[in-house]
C-alpha cells in the first residue's frame, strides 16, 4: 500500500505548516518575556528560516556571535505571532498563556500577578 502523502519541501509552506513550524523553533531556541511590552525571540543559525519567519510577521534580525542569528519581535506583532503560533506551541505554552493574560490585564497589580507568574514558568523545564 503505498502512502503518496505530499511533504513541503524547498520552502513551499502553507500557513498552518509555517504556523506550526515556527511553533517548534520557539518552543525549542525562543524565549517569551515581558520588557515593558510583549516581547518574543527566537535564536538560530539559518539566516533564512528567520527571514522567513520576519516576512510573515515583521521583527528584526540581528547577528549575535559569529553565525547566530536571534528574530525578534515587540508588542502588537509579538501578540500577532503569538495568536498564530500558541494552538502548535507545546513547551512554552502556559508561558505564552501568562503573557497573553497580562497584556489584556487592565490593571497593573493583575498584570504584575500573570507576569510573576510567567517568570515562574521560565524556570520549569518539566511537568
Not at 559569529?66 to 503569538?82: N, P, Q, S
Request: aromatic share 8%; glycine share 8%; charged share 25%.
Amino acid at each position: 500500500m503505498s502512502t503518496r502523502r505530499r511533504i513541503p519541501s524547498g520552502g513551499q509552506l502553507g500557513r498552518n505548516t509555517l504556523n506550526s513550524y515556527t511553533a517548534g523553533l520557539l518552543d525549542g531556541e525562543g524565549c517569551v518575556r515581558w520588557n515593558n511590552t510583549p516581547s518574543i525571540e527566537i535564536t538560530n543559525k539559518h539566516y533564512g528560516v528567520l527571514l522567513r519567519v520576519a516576512s510573515k510577521w515583521g521583527g528584526s534580525i540581528r547577528l549575535k556571535g559569529e553565525d547566530v542569528f536571534v528574530w525578534t519581535a515587540c508588542g502588537k506583532r509579538a501578540i500577532k505571532f503569538l495568536n498564530d503560533v500558541t494552538p502548535y506551541t507545546i513547551i512554552k505554552y502556559q508561558q505564552i498563556v501568562a503573557l497573553l493574560k497580562a497584556v489584556k490585564c487592565p490593571y497593573k497589580k493583575d498584570r504584575l500577578r500573570h507576569l510573576k507568574n510567567l517568570k515562574r514558568l521560565k524556570n520549569v523545564y518539566t511537568n
